[in-house]
């Protein structure tokens, strides 16, 4: 089984001591979101193929993807970088020191090891859509030579990411709007021109009608080329028009303090934040 960590929270960034906890107790506990019963999940090096890091600052859990090569363990880090002002991404690292990051992993793990996350794209009064191309183009040109490939999502406007939003606006004086169709269309043309240019395939998360390329986040192709021999798991999207294969996602929502205004996996941003401060890294779930 593929293991993802998290794309419902930045475990490398946050819960660096409850990851390996876990690893070395051989599986941890998942909420299940509906019914709120845990299941187990195993982390026996036997029943894991690989794992899939999702984060926005890989600097605590370095040591981490070390631990993992010398016991054998294959993964791919999904890395967010936006250079969002700061109005929009409270708490993220440096973009700069993100790329940084970005190059430290395919030099220490080889070019597969990595994927640059353009996530989410947010259209407003401070990043309208020719901020977006220029700050894309300053991004791909320091990520070039660091991975193959950038991952494109629009925002989806679900009802908590509406309100966190709203709020935000309001506090910090600024306007937001969801484009139509076609400007989406066109805003990708140029991302996708611009990623070519710096040797970069651009591809979309989920969202086929933009008529991007499909990406796979859970990609077990990519995990292969890491590995060093076949990952096989079967096709299992997360929602509609999601390319991924199966995995087993061990995060929790509820518990990323970064505090992005676009976030779908928190609802309330200062809860958040009380979750991350009291949580026990001994404890079996997160």
């Known amino acids: 089984m593929i293991i993802s ?3 419902k929270t930045d475990i490398p960034a946050f819960y660096r001591d409850w990851f390996d906890y876990r690893r070395r107790s051989g599986f941890c506990l998942v909420r299940n ?3 709120g019963i845990p299941f187990r999940v195993s982390l026996l090096p036997e029943h894991v193929d690989g794992y899939v890091f999702w984060t926005k600052n890989l600097a605590p859990f370095r040591d981490t993807l070390l631990d993992l090569r010398r016991e054998r363990q294959p993964f791919v880090v999904q890395y967010t970088i936006n250079g969002y002002p700061r109005e929009l991404e409270r708490a993220v690292t440096d973009w700069r020191r993100a790329a940084d990051h970005l190059h430290w992993i395919a030099a220490e793990f080889g070019p597969h090891a990595a994927v640059w996350r353009y996530d989410t794209v947010l259209l407003s009064s401070l990043t309208p859509p020719d901020w977006h191309r220029h700050n894309f183009e300053t991004l791909a040109a320091a990520l070039a030579g660091a991975t193959s490939e950038v991952v494109l999502s629009f925002a989806h406007f679900y009802r908590k990411t509406l309100r966190n939003l709203d709020a935000a606006a309001r506090a910090q004086h600024f306007t937001w709007h969801d484009p139509d169709l076609p400007a989406r269309q066109q805003l990708l043309r140029d991302f996708t021109a611009i990623a070519a240019g710096h040797g970069l395939a651009a591809t979309v998360c989920a969202q086929p ?4 390329v499909p990406a ?4 077990p192709a990519r995990l292969s080329l890491v ?3 076949p990952i096989r798991a ?3 999207g997360n929602r509609p028009g999601c390319d991924c294969a199966e995995s087993r996602d061990i995060g929790s929502y509820e518990s990323c303090p970064h505090g992005c205004v676009y976030c779908y996996a928190v609802d309330t941003p200062a809860r958040a934040r009380r979750h991350w401060r009291a949580h ?4 079996e779930i997160l």
């Open 5 to 7: 960590a998290s794309y």
């Open 234 to 236: 079967r096709r299992k």
């Open 280 to 283: 026990d890294p001994s404890s």
């Open 227 to 229: 590995a060093g021999y």
């Open 216 to 219: 796979r986040c859970i990609d």
């Open 209 to 212: 009608e933009t008529g991007g």
């Open 33 to 35: 979101p509906v019914t």
